[in-house]
């Protein structure tokens, strides 16, 4: 599903990501963790192209987005994202930040995009805010919707950077249930988090990012139980 | 203090006849203000490197010059160089017209970019193309923090008007020195039309103030 090579991002003189590789099979859940400002941010949006990397190949959803010529929207179609502070469009309801993209992108017809919708929000438990408008939910709440929005244009991975960071500590749960709902459906998922509980849970591996550099990659049991180098040691000493 | 206002009694028509003269003015060089302007703000935005310098260059040069030294130019530099005879209304729309596109602009283009760049990535995201987003993700929000500004920019307008007056555009503060020059008394016709200015300038604060109060109030529906 995906395949990063050498992956490559500068800010400038700034290297961020230093020659990152990884395979992701379908249906797999990644647990990307880290100290802060190790890049795994600009690691997550390189994987869409909200940053452009510098160097080194990203295959995506069945396109090489470092390729020149690829349709860089119709590979975002398929790669749905979640940001740590929700980003829904103030403007519109719950309902119309759902139906937005699949109408204007995909074409759907609102009465199918509605029904859609509505099955989503049912699907992270928030049918009864349909015709809110985003300002009225809680952070959890807006998480939520978030996430619904992504999966309305129905992708076949998603991205989450850093999505329960911005929520009050009883927030938390309600999302990273929806989440771990998700996973059990199948999804593949990238989720940059410093949920280590989460990522204990539900990834199938871990790939743990320092000062632009993926030092240290494996299943759960292996990370936590037995952290090979000692720079996975003394973080996890520190988030543990 | 011999202040004598039932002299000025019968001109008062002429006067009041003013107030419709300086809002047609002011509305027509706000239209192409606002035409020229959006045109500038979307070229700073996301022109190509050539046009953004222009309109960055128009905007300083519009902005970094007196507003009575433009309409000059225009009304008396046009028929010097073309041998075109403008007439003050004409020259008049043009300088303030082109000089509040330069102030609308930089409003236009400050509204934009005050919209969280959260959304644009939201919007890129999704796939949303380009003009879709701006369409109906960014200057939705951007109008919010553009109208309450714009609407400064009126008033401005408004009490700017009064330059035109050097040019014997007949507006308010033109027919104000008319009157005061035939009943050989400016005091009195000056304070009636200042008067004017004044009741014209709290009616569009008003406006504004009330445009502002919907806008909050949708913000938090
Ligand atoms: N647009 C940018 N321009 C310049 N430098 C940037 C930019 N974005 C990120 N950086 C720098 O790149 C480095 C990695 O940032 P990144 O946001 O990827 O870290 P992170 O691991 O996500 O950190 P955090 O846990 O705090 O979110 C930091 O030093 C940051 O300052
Ligand atoms: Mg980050």
């Known amino acids: 599903m995906i395949s990063v090579k050498g992956l490559i991002k500068s800010f400038g003189d700034l290297e961020v990501l230093k020659g990152i590789s990884t395979e992701v099979a379908a249906g797999q859940v990644i647990a990307v963790i880290g100290p802060s400002g190790s890049g795994k941010s600009t690691f997550l949006r390189c994987l869409n192209k909200l940053e452009e990397p510098t160097g080194g190949t990203v295959e995506i959803a069945g396109f090489n987005i470092t390729d020149k010529k690829a349709d860089i929207r119709a590979a975002r179609q398929e790669i749905g994202m979640v940001f740590q502070h929700f980003h829904l469009f103030p403007h519109l309801t719950v309902l119309g930040n759902l139906t937005y993209a699949p109408m204007k992108v995909k074409g759907e017809t609102k009465a199918q995009a509605e029904e859609k919708a509505r099955t989503l929000l049912k699907r992270v438990g928030l049918s009864e805010k349909a015709d809110s408008y985003p300002a009225s939910l809680s952070g959890g709440q807006k998480q939520r919707v978030a996430i619904a929005r992504a999966l309305a244009m129905e992708p076949k991975l998603m991205l989450f950077d850093e999505p329960t960071s911005a929520l009050d500590p009883e927030m938390v749960k309600e999302v990273l249930d929806v989440m771990k709902d998700l996973a059990k459906s199948g999804m593949t998922m990238i989720v940059v988090t410093h949920e280590m509980g989460f990522a204990r849970e539900v990834a199938d591996r871990v790939l743990f990012l320092d000062q632009g550099k993926l030092v240290e990659e494996g299943t759960p049991d292996e990370f936590f139980g037995n952290p090979k180098t000692d720079r996975a040691r003394d973080f996890l000493e520190k988030v543990l | ?221």
């Open chain 2, 1 to 221: 203090m011999n202040l004598d206002f039932t002299q000025m009694t019968p001109y008062i028509p002429y006067m009041l006849e003013g107030i419709w003269v300086t809002l047609k003015f002011v509305a027509v060089a706000l239209l192409i203000g606002a035409l020229i302007g959006t045109i500038l703000a979307l070229f700073k935005i996301s022109g190509p490197a050539p046009l953004r310098a222009f309109a960055v260059a128009y905007t300083s040069i519009f902005r970094g010059t007196p507003l009575i030294l433009q309409l000059m130019l225009i009304y008396f530099a046009v028929p010097q160089l073309t041998g075109y005879d403008i007439t003050p209304f004409l020259s008049a729309i043009t300088a303030f017209g082109l000089n509040s596109a330069a102030y609308i602009s930089e409003i236009i283009r400050a509204g934009i970019q005050a919209v969280d760049k959260g959304q644009v990535e939201a919007a890129q995201a999704l796939g949303v193309p380009y003009r879709a987003m701006m369409k109906d993700i960014i200057l939705p929000q951007a109008f919010k923090n553009i109208l309450p500004a714009l609407m400064n920019e009126v008033i401005t307008l408004t009490k700017e008007s009064a330059l035109v007056s050097t040019i014997g555009y007949l507006d308010l503060m033109r027919r104000a020195q008319v009157v005061g020059a035939s009943m050989y008394r400016q005091f009195e016709p000056l304070l009636f039309v200042g008067l004017i200015y004044w009741v014209l300038v709290m009616i569009l604060t008003l406006i504004g103030r009330k445009i502002e109060r919907r806008l909050k109030a949708s913000d938090i529906r």
